[in-house]
């Protein structure tokens, strides 16, 4: 078996299709094609479809109207994932002298993030500043950061919060111009909450701050 091709990453939103390809410049005259599945949680490595032409592609069972094998360009459309199907996919060509591993997908299916709430705690005006604390959260994290703006320019203590919650995502909260927005996003999906600074500093002109 001759050394096999370098692995792409997919990520896939949960419930969603995804479509894997093998590399355009393979020659696969003559040859049969042999799409495997080595699953991430088990370590177990399975065959999802089998092509020897001149026959009919051959799914496997626990498979069969869960994956689609397209003879032309011999790749496989993979239908509504679950966290189950995350692992490597790979296909193994095989010809007249020899077997090569011709492509590899290492495949993650993942939740879309759950919203996010992002919450003024406290705001302290005097006639020259604000300063405002809020907190960015999810329903397993949060961030808190605090805002000091004078009446010309605004500045977020410490510089942009962010880090990685117990579901593997990214929390953040930031400045931008004249908002305050909490972002929530993993590879597949985001979500974000924004606050306008001017509507808790009204008597200060951040509207035309330049950052």
């Known amino acids: 078996m001759q050394g096999s ?25 003559n ?6 599945f080595n699953n ?43 966290e189950t199907d995350s692992g490597v996919y790979f296909a193994r060509v095989m010809g007249a002298v020899d077997v090569q591993t011709t492509a590899e997908h290492s495949v993650t299916v993942q939740d879309p993030v759950s919203p996010v709430k992002l919450t003024v705690d406290s705001v302290s005006n005097s006639s020259d500043s ?22 010309k320019t605004c500045s977020q203590e410490e510089g942009e919060r962010s880090e990685v919650t117990t579901s593997g995502a990214s929390l953040r909260v930031y400045l931008v111009n004249d908002s305050i927005t909490c972002n929530h996003s ?4 985001w979500t974000k909450d924004v606050t306008k600074i001017q509507d808790f500093c009204s008597q200060h002109d951040v509207q035309n701050n330049v950052f």
């Open 186 to 189: 993993n590879q597949v999906s």
């Open 40 to 82: 991430t949680s088990s370590n177990k490595e399975s065959v999802l479809v089998r092509w020897f032409p001149p026959k009919e592609p051959e799914v496997l069972p626990g498979y069969k109207g869960r994956i689609e094998f397209t003879v032309k360009k011999y790749c496989v459309k993979l239908k509504n994932l679950q």
């Open 31 to 36: 040859s049969a094609v042999i799409w495997n």
């Open 5 to 29: 091709s370098a692995v792409t990453p997919v990520f896939v939103q949960k419930g969603e299709d995804v479509m894997l390809n093998l590399t355009e410049a393979d020659d696969l005259e």
């Open 130 to 151: 604000c300063n405002l604390t809020v907190t960015c959260s999810t329903q397993d994290s949060h961030i808190s950061s605090t805002f000091t703006c004078d009446n």
